[in-house]
């Protein structure tokens, strides 16, 4: 995109990514790994920082089956990344967003859907979170 942003009339400083499920574990990997050198660009453009990212029921942790949240450490998992968590932990840490968290992170919205799964989610992130981010649950309406 940042390659074509002035064709597409694009902000290339202003994308905000979203996906849900595995598209919102590829929105967290983007715009987590910027400047770590774990995905670059498979084109010869720089690497740009989302402005924002939004991840709905996102595998956080791909190896944490325990959680409550998304994961892919199954039989899919294991046959994706060539074993379990426990046989190529590597392969796992690399698709699991919360290895990447650090400060200087664009802001995030996670939507995990229950208050169980959102606890969930923050536990899951709370030894990789630093000061300054606060966790709230809002609960929206069922149709």
Known sequence: MAQNATRLGV???????????????????????????????SCGVPERAARAVIASYAPTDTADQSSGVPS??????????GGTPQQVPEAYRATSPITYVRP???????LPFTEHVFDRFWNSWGSQISYGVTKQFLDAPSR
């Open 11 to 41: 902000d290339a400083n202003g994308v905000t990514l979203a996906g849900n499920s595995a598209g919102g574990n590829l929105a967290l990997l983007a715009a987590y790994t910027v400047g770590t050198g774990q995905f670059p660009p």
């Open 72 to 81: 892919i450490a199954d039989d899919t998992g294991a046959t994706y990344f």
């Open 104 to 110: 200087g992170l664009p802001p995030t919205l996670l």
